[in-house]
């Protein structure tokens, strides 16, 4: 006799909480067994190996499962390797009960186990090694980029504190020479000293990062993408490779729209009867792709329509005409639909997260060949 049992997991860094159910088709599923163990996936193996010794009549398919979220893919990997079969859950797809709910790790793996159950969830895209290693060093650097712009917020700061404004391009070769040159106490020297050396320090290995990605992006598996996306406004080497692996297999989505909504760029809806309320974007997917593409829109508003910069025709060449093409009519449209948006009344940010999740379906389009 054959037995379906579904695990769900609450997992920490601390603690594995471990719920096995049974499916029924006229009813709540049945809990069998409960535990919780160590943070170790062999845990989970003996915990899976006393369900088996229970059930040692029966051929069991298990299924294990748990949310994504600090693990990452450790475990996902670890049990796979071990020929379990296991999913992760995205959080945002998970049907959980309704009404007041008291959270507790027990109540937590009984409702994962309930979703594996019933099916109401949405299972995260796991990406291939490479993707998973490159998508790391990227996120990498854009943690160094963060403490960058931290540390320039603090040297405007100090020196606002102190009386000195700097009021042309800030950042410049002109603006550091202007921050030498500044008339400070011994110990208010040295304290901007410090500050500069850490700027220095992370200039000089972000530009090093940078370096090394152009190589990644350079690799044969994503030299033709990357240059693909390149041919976008405001998309360069960097973001184009970042939203390379962040998506992995563009071709699980339908279409460009099923993409823009899995990186949480459509708006949400909270209506009620007759009562139509929309809100503002739901930011329920892979916050790292949304970011870029959001970028990517402030580039694209700022120029004129059909405009073509000296940098871009330059990150366009080597393309096919179809390519080229398809992404010259992209930047076109986009563009046209901000100034449009903003002649309607509509706010700067609404404009540019409407060009960036239209932008988030030219992508898809460009990754899936669906050019025409």
Known sequence: MNRILKIGMDVHSTNYTLCAVEPKLDGE??????????PEYQKVIDFIEKLKKRFKKDRLIITCGYEAGCLGYTLYHQLESKGVHCVILAPSTMLAPSGRRIKTDKRDALMIAKCLASGGYSAVYIPTKTDEDVREYLRMRDDHKLALKKIKQQINAFCLRNGYKYSAGKWTTAHIKWLNELDFSELEK???????????????KIERFDVRIEELAAR???REKVSKLCCFI?????AALSLIVETGDFSRFAKGNVYAAYLGMVPGESSS?????????TKAGNKHARVLLIEAAQGICKGKPGYKSKDLKARQQGNSAEV????????????RKYYKLIFRGKQRNVAVAAVA????C??????TDNIV
Do not use: C
């Open 362 to 367: 030219f992508v898809w389009g460009m990754m």
């Open 234 to 238: 405001g998309i360069k080497k960097h």
């Open 220 to 222: 044969e598996e994503y």
């Open 190 to 204: 040295e304290v901007l000293d410090e500050y500069l050396v850490t700027y220095r320090y992370l200039t000089d």
């Open 324 to 335: 080229i093409a398809y992404a010259d009519k992209g930047n076109e449209r986009l563009r």
């Open 357 to 360: 999740r239209e932008l988030a």
């Open 29 to 38: 599923p049945e809990v069998l067994l409960e535990t919780q163990v160590e």
């Open 273 to 281: 009867s007759d009562n139509i309320n929309r809100t503002g974007i």
